[in-house]
């Protein structure tokens, strides 16, 4: 079974502040979403990276891919209080289709 | 285009009974994936099935968990005899394919499972 290791499990910043949220795997994926998800909900995808050094973006998120695709990286430049919520990555191993998740990044933006 | 719908959102079983989570993917999706997240755990594969066939249950328990997705009517995923370690989240996802460049998966709200 794949890993993938998210960090920082938790991060806390001012408005209008920039982020970097990590997600790095010794193990190469076919493709990376980054999913967002709301306390009592379930996880909504924001974006699928599938190309070695693929750069997404969606509007103030940008979302990396690494070269060898066992890594990738979501950058928020001036987060709002609305950007508050639980960050996961997961991969799609290359042997099938379930999806490895990481452990999440709870992010709060304080006004 | 509804998204994916999962029944009930919450559930209230005692230990010993029996708790059926169902999930109704999205129009046109015909790929099911059951995950468990564990309260202050990640999300964890369980069970990935296609019409009428489990293509992968590696993350399913051994015993006491089952699932199916009929060829008519919602997935189901069911727990025998529940003991309070199952109390979870139970999320299900679904996709239009599986396999070639990408697979994404889309999310229902998930059954909050409570075991008393």
């Known amino acids: 079974t794949q890993l993938l290791e998210q960090s920082p499990q938790f991060l806390s910043i001012q408005e209008g502040e920039n982020l970097t949220v990590y997600c790095n795997s010794s193990?190469?994926?076919?493709?990376l979403q980054w999913y967002r998800q709301e306390p009592g909900e379930g996880p909504v995808l924001l974006v699928t990276?599938?190309?070695?050094?693929e750069v997404k973006k969606l509007k103030r998120l940008t979302f990396q891919f690494g070269d060898a695709r066992k890594d990738s990286s979501l950058h928020i430049t001036a987060a709002q209080t609305g950007d508050t919520g639980l960050y996961l990555c997961?991969?799609?191993?290359?042997?099938?289709?379930?999806?490895?998740f990481g452990e999440g990044t709870q992010l709060t933006v304080n006004p | 285009n509804a998204g994916v719908m999962q029944n009930p959102r919450h559930l209230v079983r005692r230990r010993g009974q029996e708790a059926r989570l169902r999930c109704s993917p999205m129009k046109g999706h015909s790929h099911v994936y059951w995950y468990r997240q564990l309260p202050e755990e990640g999300l964890k594969f369980m069970v990935y099935?296609?019409?009428?066939?489990?293509?992968?249950e590696s993350g399913m328990p051994k015993e006491r968990f089952s699932a199916e997705f009929p060829k008519e009517g919602p997935s189901i995923l069911r727990i025998q005899q529940v003991v309070r370690g199952d109390s979870a989240a139970y999320f299900c996802a679904s996709s239009p394919l599986a396999g070639g460049a990408y697979n994404e998966q889309f999310f229902g709200p998930g059954t909050r499972l409570t075991v008393l």
């Open positions: 099935l296609q019409k009428e066939n489990i293509i992968d």
């Open positions: 997961a991969g799609e191993e290359t042997s099938g289709s379930r999806l490895t």
């Open positions: 193990s190469v994926f076919s493709s």
């Open positions: 990276v599938v190309t070695g050094g």
